[in-house]
DNA sequence: GGAGGCGTAGTACCCGGGTACTACGGTGGC
DNA sequence: GCCACCGTAGTACCCGGGTACTACGCCTCC
């Protein structure tokens, strides 16, 4: 039996997959949770196998959701669902630890077998995800031919949903720089900043400035001095 | 002719620099200051050659007030004035961009002497300080017999000051963990986190835990990953 | 046995950062 | 010609981080 847990902040959506689910007789819905706070409550409360997770919601998202459910310990899986979005936080999601990542439109026989397979330890991503998960990785396959190009580091995988701009502000986060100073010294407003910023964190699935910072570090984007 | 701002928030104390000052006739006080954010203030207004800036003051101290003024790019030069403590702020203030450092129990003439050296361009160091600096930079100087400890970065200048403790506060601040999650994971108050990472911030000269962070990965406290 | 350093902890306060929205002009692709 | 994306900008709101203090038990060193 795979106990189930559901958030979504959608009534309709929530009562479409307990529907689907309760159809199956070796799942049970353990719950609902109807922002990413309680998700990570009743995960705790109820250890589920698998908690279906939706991205956009009210309040705490489901990316950071998971990353807390995952921090914990637990042995509970998390697939994460989205509509569509799919670059935005397919890495933000896996980064925050979740087994899997499937789309809403998805056949429902797909999300059975995605919720079976991540509750016995497997991962699942959705299709088109996979295709372009493989086509960027692609690009840092060893070859056959020898590669002297030194990590040109600044299309980590990590980085590549980041447009010029987004990647621009990044490099000056990681060294340092307050939105202010960022906002002066590139002729912007602090609200345009925070815009760039608080996109280049959900990409990145990094929670504050200082993951982006350290993001900024580990892909080479900003060298130590 | 010299020109001074003195920045002291106590009334004594800027009265006794403004009298010393005054006896000189190549040197004229410009105004006075209480706290950092007028030093910056008047600073910008008045031009002076040099800034007496006292490290501790209300509201934004002499290190934060030093570091705006040397970010404005103007040729003010800031000369830093504490009573003890030197090994806390020492590098703090230094690396804010001071051009000096001084204790304030420091014999008239020696002020008078700093004021005039940094006014030129020099830059002048309390002795007791110099000789702490040299012990600490001794150990990094290249010597006769090859080295091959490989930069045990951990006892990076920028860090000498720090206590164990800290040190190890530092490195999960490095690793972007939040105070909420120090105190968790430690096992510590949330004050006790915070009063750390006040110590550690004011001890290393960085404004904020993101400069931190950067100070980590450049003294190799923490490795990208 | 005092002094000082260290690690711990607390309170009160303020501000910058981050979120959740909406909006709008430019540009490039279909 | 329209749609999607990008860069820009704004408002409103909340919370975590940082500061400024005080305090106390434990060590170590003189």
């Known amino acids: 039996m795979t106990t189930v847990l559901i958030a979504d902040d959608q009534p309709l959506q929530r009562f479409g997959f307990r529907m689907l689910l309760e159809s199956q007789d070796d799942m049970a819905v353990l719950g609902e949770a109807t922002n990413g706070t309680e998700a990570t409550r009743l995960t705790a409360e109820l250890h589920p196998d698998v908690v ?29 669902l989205t509509t569509f979005d799919l ?3 397919a890495y933000a999601g896996l980064r925050a630890g979740a087994s899997g990542f499937l ?9 059975l077998s995605g919720i079976r ?21 692609a690009q840092h396959l060893p070859t056959g031919t020898p590669d002297d190009t030194p ?11 980041l447009t010029d701009r987004e990647r621009e502000i990044l490099t000056v986060i ?17 609200s345009t900043v925070k815009t760039h910023v608080g996109r280049i ?25």
């Open 103 to 111: 789309v809403k439109d998805a056949q429902p026989e797909e999300l």
């Open 117 to 137: 397979a991540v509750a016995t330890g497997d991962a699942v991503v959705a299709p088109s995800l996979t295709r372009r998960l493989l086509d960027t990785y």
């Open 52 to 80: 279906l997770m939706d991205v956009r919601m009210p309040g705490l998202d489901g990316i950071e959701a998971t990353r807390r459910i995952v921090a914990t310990g637990a042995r509970t899986r998390v697939l994460i």
């Open 151 to 161: 990590a040109r580091a600044a299309d980590d995988p990590r980085l590549v949903s």
């Open 174 to 190: 990681g060294q340092g720089w307050t939105n202010t100073e960022i906002a002066t010294r590139l002729h912007l407003a602090e």
């Open 87 to 89: 670059d935005e936080y």
């Open 201 to 225: 964190l959900s990409k990145t699935g990094c929670r504050d400035r200082v993951q982006a910072v350290i993001l900024a570090y580990d892909t080479k984007l900003v060298e130590p001095s």
